[in-house]
Each structure stands twice: as structure tokens, then as C-alpha cells.
């Protein structure tokens, strides 16, 4: 029978039926006293509603089995290893190069023009010049990794908190808001030096005065040194957050019990 037509009326019917059992129903029996034994009877067999539990709400205990000072201090251990483990990636040799993820293209004024670029024999310079910015961002990333530690150790109880229940990539928001601009100071002097030193200054100058020879390129438009510092920039947010990840999906896999403990509780594993 469907659920729309199970009324109290039937349920009373039903439960009179098994009150009496195998023996002959008589209507005389119903007086005041049995019709309200039933009623009770329909009252208390009513199917509780099942608890509902919010899509991706925490399991249960979660962070509050775990101290305010665990936490932290798991957040900062598993904080520090993503630092380290990103800066160690993009700073080797090919580190933005080779990562197409993170690696850095042309400036949008020569991207437009690349493939007419190209067909005019300029494709060297157009390969010089993108190989010598990502050298100049794989240079300059080992400076981001002090301000990161400091940003990490100046992390309160609710900061850590925000972000062990936040998204996949609260800890990087967290970064980014916190030590962007400070890292930006710091990362565009090394830019600076290390596109002089592979004299990406100089490659870009020649492939955007021969792209304006060919009234493509408008060699004014860009500033190649804030670009470059920039895509470093977003380069290493990228890599910290697929670092960030990580350890969120495979909490067992971090290096230290304590980090395993506490995002085991917060994913659940």
C-alpha cells in the first residue's frame, strides 16, 4: 500500500487485528477502555524520523577530541612541510619550466603574435625568452621560504582552525592574504637580477623590436619584470596548494603523527 494511503485509520484496523489475534473480531469488544490501549498502541508504533547529517558536515568528535595546542601545532608542522616541499620543487633546475602547471608563458603582447612570430624564423627568440623567465622565477622562489616560515609561526588558534575546517586551499588563501606583498618585495629584486644575469632583458627587447618591425608587437605594453614576479608568485600558490591537497586527502601519509592525527579527524580517516 503507498505510503500516502497508510492513514491512522488503517493503522488502527492493523493494530486491532494483531491485538486480538487468531481470535474472531467482535465490535462489542471495542469499548473505551481497548479503543484507548490501541490508540496508545498507534501512538508509540510511530517510525521515528532518521536523523539527517549536512553533506560534508565533520564526523563526529572530529577537532574537539583534539586540543587547541594539537592543532596548531599539527597545522604548522603539515604547513611547514608543504613550504618546504613546494619551494624544493620550483626552485630546482626545470622547476617552472618543466611544470606545466606553473610555467610561465610568453607576456599576452607577444603571445598574440607568437605564431606569425614563428613563421618568420623568430621562434628562437620567442624560446630563449620563455626559458630565461622561468629560470629568473626558479631563482627567486627560495627567497619566498623565510616569510612563509615566519607567516606559519605568527599563526593564531582561530587562524589554524579556519583553515584545518576551510576548503581544500584555505592555507594558501591564508598565505596568499598574509605574505603576498611582502613576498612580492622581496621576490622582484632577485627577478630583477637573475633576468639580467641570463640577460632576459636584453631577448626581450629584441624579440619585441622585430615583432614591432612587423607592426605586431607594441613593445611599451609590458613590464616584463613585474610580470615575471608575479607568475613566480602564482607559481608557488599553485604549488603549495596541491601540496595542501595532499596531505588533506592522504593525512596518513605525512611524515609526522601529530599532522596524521589531526587531519585524520578533520577528513574523517
Request: with cysteine.
Amino acid at each position: 500500500m503507498p505510503a500516502s494511503r497508510f492513514t491512522p485509520r488503517v493503522l488502527l484496523f492493523c493494530l486491532l487485528g494483531f491485538s486480538f489475534g487468531a481470535h474472531a473480531f467482535d465490535w462489542g469488544q471495542l469499548n473505551k477502555a481497548n479503543l484507548e490501549k490501541v490508540l496508545q498502541k498507534v501512538n508509540t508504533s510511530a517510525v521515528a524520523p532518521a536523523p539527517t547529517t549536512s553533506p560534508g558536515a565533520a564526523p563526529a568528535g572530529g577537532l574537539s577530541t583534539i586540543s587547541p595546542q594539537d592543532q596548531v601545532g599539527g597545522l604548522k608542522q603539515a604547513l611547514g612541510q608543504g613550504v618546504e616541499t613546494a619551494v624544493a620543487l620550483l626552485s630546482k633546475e626545470n622547476g617552472f619550466l618543466g611544470n606545466d602547471k606553473v610555467k610561465i608563458p610568453l607576456p599576452s603582447n607577444l603571445q598574440r603574435v607568437e605564431g606569425t612570430l614563428r613563421k618568420v624564423g623568430l621562434g628562437k627568440y620567442a624560446d630563449q625568452l620563455t626559458v630565461s623567465m622561468n629560470r629568473a622565477a626558479e631563482a627567486a622562489v627560495p627567497e619566498a621560504k623565510s616569510l612563509l616560515v615566519t607567516a606559519v609561526s605568527n599563526m593564531s588558534i582561530s587562524d589554524a582552525k579556519n583553515i584545518l575546517l576551510g576548503g581544500q586551499d584555505a592555507a594558501t588563501q591564508y598565505f596568499r592574504k598574509n605574505t603576498e606583498s611582502a613576498l612580492s618585495g622581496k621576490f622582484q629584486p632577485i627577478v630583477v637580477n637573475a633576468m639580467h644575469n641570463v640577460g632576459l632583458v636584453q631577448q626581450y627587447d629584441a624579440l619585441a623590436a622585430k615583432g614591432a618591425k612587423l607592426g605586431m608587437v607594441d613593445s611599451k605594453n609590458a613590464n616584463l619584470e613585474s610580470y615575471v614576479t608575479q607568475k613566480a608568485l602564482d607559481g608557488l600558490f599553485v604549488m603549495m596548494a596541491e601540496q595542501e591537497k595532499a596531505i588533506r586527502a592522504n593525512p596518513l601519509q605525512a611524515a609526522s603523527t601529530l599532522v596524521q592525527k589531526v587531519f585524520s579527524a578533520v577528513m574523517g580517516k
